[in-house]
T-cell receptor
């Protein structure tokens, strides 16, 4: 199993550009999520999904869009990049039972710099 | 709002020492996770627990539901244990999303 994969590993954008961060998992997990990690702060939830066709907002959703057309893939779209979106982005997945996340599996992260 | 507080923020230890990292939360939860983030950035799940105690190798995690407190212990610490240790809680309900602490940075000196 490859686990959770993310691409790209590093990206530089100019303000106003758009891009998609890719995330895929091969463990048949229902729950997938995107977090951002900023210095001095804990991981913060951007968007999440509990299954194909189901997505919802987390704590910091503004400026981001997601979709879940398959169980495996959960891309994160930046609609119009801003310097405040400079961060490290992690995708994670887990089994989901009775509204409880099981053990989380994280991707390697994407470092994004917005100039 | 459920807050997750970790202490200490930073911890330096000598190789072989017994280490304790603490995590407190403010409201009832359905589960608590301990994660490890390596210097390279990768995040690995260590434990998920809702009661009692779990052990894996030199790592032990405990939780006291009544006191809303969890501890992560590392016995016979080693420089390779140097990492950031993150506590996260899920309060279930309609979402079950995780709320994360800010992490404890551990450095173990040889």
């Amino acid at each position: 199993n490859a686990g959770v994969t993310q691409t790209p590993k590093f990206q530089v954008l100019k303000t106003g550009q758009s891009m998609t961060l890719q995330c895929a998992q091969d463990m048949n997990h229902e729950y997938m999520s995107w977090y951002r990690q900023d210095p001095g702060m804990g991981l913060r939830l951007i968007h999440y999904s509990v299954g194909a066709g189901i997505t919802d907002q987390g704590e910091v959703p503004n400026g981001y869009n997601v979709s879940r057309s398959t169980t495996e893939d959960f891309p994160l779209r930046l609609l119009s990049a801003a310097p405040s979106q400079t961060s490290v982005y992690f995708c994670a997945s887990s089994f989901w039972a009775a509204n409880v996340q099981e053990t989380q599996y994280f991707g390697p992260g994407t470092r994004l710099l917005v100039l | 709002k459920n807050e997750v507080e970790q202490s200490p923020q930073n911890l330096t230890a000598q190789e072989g020492e017994f280490i304790t990292i603490n995590c407190s939360y403010s409201v009832g939860i359905s589960a608590l996770h301990w994660l490890q983030q390596h210097p390279g950035g990768g995040i690995v799940s260590l434990f998920m627990l809702s009661s009692g105690k779990k052990k894996h190798g030199r790592l032990i995690a405990t939780i006291n539901i009544q006191e809303k407190h969890s501890s992560l212990h590392i016995t016979a610490s080693h420089p390779r244990d140097s990492a950031v240790y993150i506590c996260a809680v899920s309060y279930g309900g309609s979402q079950g999303n995780l709320i994360f602490g800010k992490g404890t940075k551990l450095s173990v000196k040889p």
